[in-house]
């Protein structure tokens, strides 16, 4: 179950940092008139949407495990 756990925060710390990623690109882009391009994610329609959902379907039944882990 620790090893689970482990894979779920990790999936979740990846989605959230691809999130910040793709905002900062964003950001840059606008502040810096750079052109930066979001390779290969950039095609994939509603993907800030897709990845927010996913890192609540990550870490959510990561922390109700270690709740169940830490009530034994």
């Given amino acids: 179950m620790i090893f689970l756990t482990k894979i779920l925060d990790t999936l979740a710390y990846i989605c959230v940092g691809l ?3 793709k905002y900062l690109i964003l ?8 052109h930066l391009r979001w390779y290969f994610l950039e095609n994939i329609p509603y993907m800030a949407i897709i990845l927010f959902v996913a890192t609540f379907i990550f870490a959510v039944p990561s922390e109700m495990i270690k709740d169940k882990l830490k009530d034994k």
């Fill in 27 to 34: 950001t840059v882009n606008s502040c810096f008139d750079w």
């Fill in 19 to 21: 999130i910040f990623l």
